[in-house]
């Protein structure tokens, strides 16, 4: 059940101060009644949710003091003000300096009720918005963009936040595709290891008979064929992050070796009695069950384990549909700038077939049908319009989250071509202002992320 709004009501005559009070309790607010406006100030925060309403003249701190310390607290404060006929000029002057808006008295319940109404969807915008540039923010920083605003994405790069300047290791889990590398270099360049060097191998892709020494490095003549020194990818990563992709597919006597280094932290050259010493991370990144292949045999149990100090788990493309519309603009996006296309807009038919399309390979997938997108323009057709007539997802998303998620992506799409213009928005979409308005509030755009 969601919890009612707070309204804050400061007025030192108890009659108006209980009506009104009860007025907007029966609006269904959470109110709190003062005789005092100093009263009100240990209550407020710069994230607090509500709004306040104050009278103007009040012995002690009045209703302009009020403001000023109220505004001190968060620039964006609404405060509603009540005042006296003879106070009008004095209001006014309080609206200059920064009130919501106030009310003559005497007053119809409904006005208040209606101009507090208005001040709490105010406040609701104002700290979306803060959310929203938060997270603009954290996604310009340096380093790999994770692009998304679903549930599980938000806590994806919430737990990245909190483990990445550790020097933990780290099991990233996900399917082909999610973006496994990209989550494992978000976590060296958000630590103090990012001036060092980040080394990916790729487990599967090493020949069996070749992966101890392109791990560990070898002396000279350490086998046949050993001509010289070659340094390994541990010794390389030295100081930086070792990122071991598809570790399922290391041989299990390569595995006793990796537990050795990760446990002691030094590394052996193959053919040398001499121990390197080294300060690294080591993330590593699977498509399967570990755990159940330990149990199976097919993985050093102990390796899993050592390996599992911090468990990072990608969510598939399907899981989190609501974000294809935002992945798949940044994806053409980034096509365009690539190849030095003009990056042409999807239709309505084929952002449908995008949000319904089971995605297999995911992310990596979604980006491929983007850069042929814009390479090919219309005659992508072989893409989009058969995922129109291909395979829906077993997990299809409802009527209403489709319809959601289409409408947003429209509205994104025309503010980014208006440049954030409205009005140009209004007509490009055919709705109403207001209406526009409602939407933009409604999925926490700004037009100002779009100038």
């Not at 309790?25 to 005789?35: I, K, N, P, S, T």
């Not at 964006?76 to 003559?104: C, N, R, S």
């Not at 990056?343 to 952002?351: A, E, L, N, S, Y």
Request: glycine share 8%.
């Amino acid at each position: 059940m969601t919890q009612p709004l707070p309204v804050i009501f400061i007025d030192d005559e108890k009659h108006i101060r209980i009506a009104n009070a009860q007025t907007l309790e029966l609006a269904g607010y959470q109110v709190h009644a003062l005789d005092r406006a100093e009263t009100a100030l240990p209550l407020l925060s710069h994230d607090w949710p509500g709004v306040v309403v104050s009278d103007l003249k009040m012995p002690g701190m009045d209703g302009m003091e009020f403001l000023q310390e109220a505004r001190a607290v968060d620039h964006d404060l609404p405060v509603i003000l009540i005042t006296g006929h003879g106070d009008i000029a004095l209001a006014v002057k309080a609206i200059q300096q920064g009130a919501y808006d106030f009310i003559e008295k005497p007053f119809p319940a409904e006005q208040l009720v209606e101009t507090v109404k208005r001040a709490l969807d105010k406040r609701a915008l104002t700290l979306e918005n803060r959310s929203l540039r938060l997270e603009l923010e954290a996604q310009s920083a340096p380093g790999p963009r994770i692009i998304g605003q679903t549930p599980s994405i938000q806590r994806l790069r919430s737990t990245i936040a909190q483990v990445a300047d550790t020097d933990a290791d780290v099991l990233i889990f996900g399917e082909t595709g999610t973006g496994k590398e990209l989550v494992a270099r978000s976590l060296h360049e958000h630590s103090r290891r990012r001036a060092h060097n980040f080394v990916a191998v790729n487990c599967g892709a090493v020949p069996e008979n070749l992966i101890e020494s392109e791990l560990f490095g070898h002396e000279p003549g350490a086998f046949t064929g050993a001509k010289g020194r070659r340094i390994g990818r541990f010794e390389h990563a030295n100081q930086g992050t070792l990122f071991l992709d598809e570790i399922e597919s290391m041989p299990l006597q390569v595995q006793i070796h990796l537990l050795r280094v990760l446990q002691e932290r030094v590394v052996e050259r193959l053919g040398s009695n001499e121990l390197v010493p080294l300060n690294l991370r080591v993330v590593a990144a699977t498509k399967i069950d570990l755990k159940g292949a330990g149990e199976r045999g097919e993985f050093r149990e102990d390796l899993y384990y050592r390996l599992n100090v911090v468990t990072i788990e990608i969510p598939p493309l399907r899981d989190r549909r609501e974000d294809i519309p935002l992945l798949f603009h940044h994806f053409l996006l980034l096509a365009g700038a690539r190849y030095e296309r003009e990056v042409p807009p999807p239709d309505g038919d084929r952002i449908r077939a995008l949000m319904t399309h089971p995605w297999p390979g995911n992310v990596r997938e979604l980006r491929n049908i983007a850069e042929r997108y814009v390479l090919l323009g219309e005659n992508v057709g072989y893409d989009l319009d058969q995922l129109l007539q291909g395979e829906v997802a077993e997990t299809a998303i409802t009527l209403p989250q489709q319809v959601d998620c289409f409408e947003k992506s429209l509205i994104k799409q025309q503010l980014e071509l208006q440049k954030g213009n409205l009005k140009n928005t209004m007509e490009a979409l055919g709705v109403p202002r207001k209406t526009l308005y409602d939407k933009m509030r409604k999925y926490g755009l700004d037009k100002s992320h779009y100038k």
